[in-house]
């Protein structure tokens, strides 16, 4: 498939390293996440995650570490831009608030997964493909707003209150970077008045070829 | 975009908004670009906001499920209360538009937030009605419209209250519908929030990693100056 196909082609470029040997659940679904993501558009992915992670029976200990991917995702790709992405003054402070927000995610959803008696995924090895400042935006931009549908699409499968409220309270702090982010590529904060996921059945005919 | 007109009118001369706050280029273009919502927001109940913690379950949003008891019964309640809300942010925004303090891509802006605020009243009202529940009245409402700039810091008061509005409440959701529903429209909030808070040179996150829930009592009170009857 040509990324003249994709809806998102950075996305094709995000590789997950599978070469740890011990690929866990949570970087089988990311990878899925991002495929489906490059292909069909970033609001595809939050039902897909919700259906998988349901499917699986991991429960709330289940989504915190496909949460937890996701942060590392982000926390890595931010801590590597601080020296990559060209960025100067204004989208460099921006930068590193965002890398040590995406830090703090980690952390705390790591102590959260061990509250609950979880064991938190192991930190995967990224490997993003961008050249300069516009390409690093562009990609910045559709992992926020994939990380806003993730947790988005994951809410309503959650079963504890505290751990609703701990995902609440993240996900509002990602939609402001995503927001962010959309003004450095003068795009709308905020293209739709709802930032609802897609039909479940739908996501998961889109996604399922892309699922290791 | 039907405000064409209006944007080239405002150029070059620098808009009221772009005056008010002293923004940079790409803060005006912003305001051209932007079609987010006032609104109130969303939901999610909080945690973990310690910045000297980890702990991210710490924090309840809200305290029992009576909280918005004055709203209407569970589900009923809180979207009411959120409806409310919602209410108060689009007659604000209907209410700059028409007071003649904004011009151009900064009016067309204003009115775009006004339509997203609407969007969300329409919604919330049909989800109450979905649920066999009555809608919260309109209330009526007067807000201060001095100058430009001290509507741009209400505008951005208002959005990051609606916010922690929305997740002081989620967590009290029964209904996983109207959760999805909920959570909708609270990372929308969040958006608007952001974008405001970078027009008016503010942090985009102002409780630092994670968002801070309001309760149903503080955010009351803090629009009760605004509601006339």
Do not use: W
């Amino acid at each position: 498939m040509s990324h003249e196909e994709l809806a998102h082609p950075e996305l094709a470029g995000v590789h997950v390293d599978e070469d740890s040997g011990d690929l866990s659940r949570s970087e089988v679904i990311l990878k899925g996440a991002l495929a489906a993501g490059a292909v069909y558009g970033t609001f595809m992915v939050g039902p897909f995650v919700r259906r998988a992670l349901a499917a699986s029976g991991d429960g709330d200990v289940g989504i915190l570490n496909f949460a937890l991917t996701l942060e590392y995702l982000e926390s890595s790709f931010y801590e590597e831009a601080k020296t990559r992405a060209g960025a100067s003054g204004e989208l460099k402070s921006l930068i590193a608030l965002l890398a040590k927000d995406e830090r703090e995610h980690v952390e705390a959803l790591t102590a959260t997964i061990k509250k609950l008696g979880g064991k938190p995924v192991a930190e995967p090895k990224f490997d993003f493909s961008y050249g300069d400042t516009a390409g690093f935006l562009k990609l910045a931009q559709t992992f926020e707003d994939t990380g806003v549908s993730a947790y988005n699409g994951a809410g309503p499968s959650i079963k504890s209150k505290e751990v609703l409220a701990a995902a609440g309270s993240i996900v509002q702090v990602e939609a402001r970077h995503a927001a962010a982010i959309r003004l450095q590529n003068m795009e709308e904060p905020s293209p739709e008045a709802f930032d609802p996921p897609l039909g479940e059945a739908q996501v998961l005919k889109a996604v399922e070829p892309f699922i290791a | 975009m039907p405000e064409s007109k209006e944007r080239e009118q405002a150029e070059p001369a620098r808009s009221a908004v772009a005056r008010a706050v002293g923004d940079p280029v790409s803060r005006r273009k912003f305001m051209a670009l932007t079609g987010g919502s006032a609104a109130a927001a969303a939901f999610l109940a909080a945690c973990g906001s310690d910045d000297d913690t980890t702990t991210t379950s710490s924090q309840m949003g809200g305290g029992g499920s009576s909280e918005t008891a004055q709203f209407g019964k569970g589900d009923v309640g809180i979207l009411n209360y959120a409806l409310t809300l919602e209410y108060l942010e689009a007659a604000f925004y209907a209410d700059v538009v028409k007071s003649g303090l904004f011009k151009g891509p900064d009016l067309e802006t204003i009115r775009k937030f006004g339509e997203e605020e609407a969007e969300h009243v329409t919604a919330l009202t049909a989800a109450v009605k979905q649920l066999g529940g009555k809608p919260a009245p309109e209330p009526k409402t007067e807000f201060p419209l001095e100058s430009a700039k001290a509507v741009l810091e209400l505008a951005g008061t208002v959005e990051n209250l609606g916010a922690a509005a929305y997740l002081g409440q989620a967590a009290n959701i029964k209904s996983p519908a109207v959760l999805g529903s909920a959570l909708a429209i609270h990372s929308v909030e969040g958006r608007h929030a952001a974008a405001l808070n970078t027009l008016l040179g503010k942090s985009i996150t102002p409780d630092g990693a994670f968002a801070k829930p309001a309760d149903v009592k503080t955010v009351l009170k803090s629009v009760e100056p605004f509601i006339v009857s």
